[in-house]
């Protein structure tokens, strides 16, 4: 099968399609015929080397932890899905015509492929968020890092469950944060000023997806680190804040993301699409920061 791989640790130009032998799907996973993956922050990291103590890397090794395609293998145990259902999921080496998934829901019919594959580790990542959190209804929402990923899609899950969401990015991304229903502000220096001014009641949860430096001032402009979560920032315990492991409860998540789809409150964003052999370039568009959304690799 074709996948994208790479040999060593290094900058974008590491990845290369090649020919990889296919997986099979072991006891409670699925295997699918990728159509689509996505580009995560942490491919990057890993892909360059920073996150062996995290992720042990055995070369060659395929990118990827997110992706949708046709079910094509059933494991051991599996039940609920059936041979040709189009499925969206977490697992890992996704970036390749076959991949194994082990958590993943149906893909409803409002979604495009590119956005099925854009949903899989942001939607399973602020969902898991928001069990830290705790209910939203009423409540006002600070979201750092709205327009990426992970905060756009939390953005939009926010509004469905009833909160007020101010939303921090580069000024020209406010327009995309109104559009998914966000209060914008602009980030760095003087953000608890800017946020008091739009929220003059204050802030009841914040959530950081940036992983900035900025934890500390959320912390402050809440009032309670229990009241704070991130999925970027390791130096969260020191401040007494959650660091949110993406793959929590990712079955009944990515389920709940799946339905919320269906009914049209999540539409997860991509801002581009690469073929596989231009994987490089994909990688590359991520790590030069600003992604709006989500960045896709066609298989």
């Not at 919320?260 to 590359?284: F, I, N, R, T």
């Amino acid at each position: 099968m074709r996948a994208v791989r790479f040999h060593e640790f290094g900058d974008p130009q590491v990845l290369a399609v090649e020919d990889a032998p296919e997986p099979h799907a072991g006891p409670g996973e699925v295997r699918v015929r990728v159509q689509a993956a996505s580009v995560n922050p942490v491919d990057l990291k890993i892909r360059a080397g920073y996150m062996v103590q995290y992720f042990p890397t055995t070369f060659p090794a395929i990118t990827g932890y997110d992706a949708t395609g046709a079910v094509d293998e059933v494991g051991e145990g599996v039940t609920g899905v059936e041979l040709g259902d189009l499925v969206f999921g977490l697992g890992t080496a996704t970036t390749a015509e076959h991949a194994v998934l082990n958590a993943w829901a149906p893909v409803p019919d409002t979604w495009t492929a590119e956005q099925a594959a854009a949903a899989g580790l942001v939607a399973g990542t602020a969902l898991a968020s928001f069990d830290v959190l705790g209910d939203l209804s009423g409540k006002t929402v600070l979201i750092e890092g709205a327009a990426g990923g992970v905060g756009s899609t939390a953005v939009q899950i926010a509004v469905a469950r009833g909160a007020t969401v101010i939303g921090t990015a580069s000024e020209t991304n406010h327009d995309f944060l109104r559009e998914l229903g966000a209060t914008p502000v602009t980030y760095g220096e003087g953000l608890a000023e800017r946020v008091a001014a739009v929220a003059p009641d204050g802030v009841d949860v914040a959530l950081d997806t940036a992983g900035s430096g900025s934890l500390a001032d959320l912390v402050a402009i809440v009032g309670d680190a229990s009241r704070v979560a991130t999925i970027a920032d390791f130096g969260a315990a020191a401040l007494g804040v959650t660091l949110v492991a993406g793959n929590a409860n990712a079955a009944a998540n990515l389920n709940a993301a799946s339905e919320l789809g269906a009914s049209g409150a999540y539409v997860p964003q991509v801002q581009a699409v690469y073929p596989a052999e231009k994987a490089s370039d994909a990688h590359a568009h991520v790590q030069g920061g600003h992604t709006r959304g989500k960045v896709i690799i066609s298989l």
